[in-house]
Nanobody
Framework: QVQLVESGGGSVQAGGSLRLSCAAS????????LGWFRQAPGKERGFVAA???????DYVDSVKGRFTIPRDNTKNTVARQMNSLKPEDTAVYYC???????????????????WGQGTQVTVSS
């Protein structure tokens, strides 16, 4: 059974950095588009970024220049390096994966089949 497991969340002050990781097991994701979504308190879950297996990346404007997504296909992992964090980045962050050979860029949740359990990121001012 395919599973995505996230780690690395926590609390940080505004301007700080955090690194999230997402490890895949039970399947091979070398040819899958991997995405990150987040859900802030009282809001719907929304797209943040996605990475193609060629390492092309699609970001929402609010995180461009601050977040990066290192991907290691040999280890079935993808990370999320978040710098210059702001209080509005506070959310539960989810990693997700499409089926191999999926579409890119792709910001619709419904196209992502596998989901992690989510990890909390809290940024204080």
């Amino acid at each position: 059974q395919v599973q995505l497991v996230e780690s690395g969340g926590g609390s940080v002050q505004a301007g700080g950095s955090l690194r999230l990781s997402c490890a895949a097991s039970g399947g091979t994701f070398g040819r899958s588009v991997l995405g990150w979504f987040r859900q802030a308190p009282g809001k719907e879950r929304g797209f943040v970024a996605a990475i193609h297996w060629s390492r092309s990346i699609d970001y929402v404007d609010s995180v461009k220049g601050r977040f990066t997504i290192p991907r290691d296909n040999t280890k079935n992992t993808v990370a999320r390096q978040m710098n210059s964090l702001k209080p509005e980045d506070t959310a539960v962050y989810y990693c997700a994966a499409q089926e191999p050979g999926g579409s890119f860029p792709q910001r619709r949740e419904a196209r992502y089949i596998y989901w992690g359990q989510g990890t909390q990121v809290t940024v204080s001012s």
